[in-house]
Nanobody, 115 residues
Framework: QVQLVESGGGLVQPGGSLRLSCAAS????????MGWYRQAQGKERELVAV???????NYADSMKGRFTISRDNAKNTVYLQMSSLKLEDTAVYYC?????????WGQGTQVTVSS
C-alpha cells in the first residue's frame, strides 16, 4: 500500500505562485510514475503533470511553461511548482502514483486563485 500526502495548497492571487508537495510512504524509485491531477468544481479530474521513474516529464498543454514537476528522491517527495496562476487553475489538486497495475491517490489539496 502506498500512501500519498499532499501539502502546500492555499489561496493565491492571479499571477502568483504556489508549490505543492506530495510525500510518498515508499521510495519513489519503486514507483513507475508519479503525477498531479486536478478537479475543479463541476468538472472531471484532469491530468496536470507526470514524472516517470527515469525522470521524464509530461504536462497538459494548458500548464506547459507555467507548471514544473520535480522530485526529491531522498525525501520521497514530488513537487509541483505553479507560476502565473490563473483563476481557472482553481481546483483540488491530487497526487497520483502508479506501481504496476495499482494506482494510488492522495487526499487532495485545495488551490484557490482569487483576487
Amino acid at each position: 500500500q502506498v500512501q500519498l500526502v499532499e501539502s502546500g495548497g492555499g489561496l493565491v492571487q492571479p499571477g502568483g505562485s504556489l508549490r505543492l508537495s506530495c510525500a510518498a510512504s515508499v521510495s519513489i524509485f519503486s514507483l513507475d510514475f508519479m503525477g498531479w491531477y486536478r478537479q475543479a468544481q463541476g468538472k472531471e479530474r484532469e491530468l496536470v503533470a507526470v514524472i516517470t521513474k527515469s525522470g521524464g516529464t509530461n504536462y497538459a498543454d494548458s500548464m506547459k511553461g507555467r507548471f514544473t514537476i520535480s522530485r526529491d528522491n531522498a525525501k520521497n517527495t514530488v513537487y509541483l511548482q505553479m507560476s502565473s496562476l490563473k483563476l481557472e487553475d482553481t481546483a483540488v489538486y491530487y497526487c497520483h502514483a502508479a506501481l504496476s497495475i495499482y494506482r494510488y491517490w492522495g487526499q487532495g489539496t485545495q488551490v484557490t486563485v482569487s483576487s
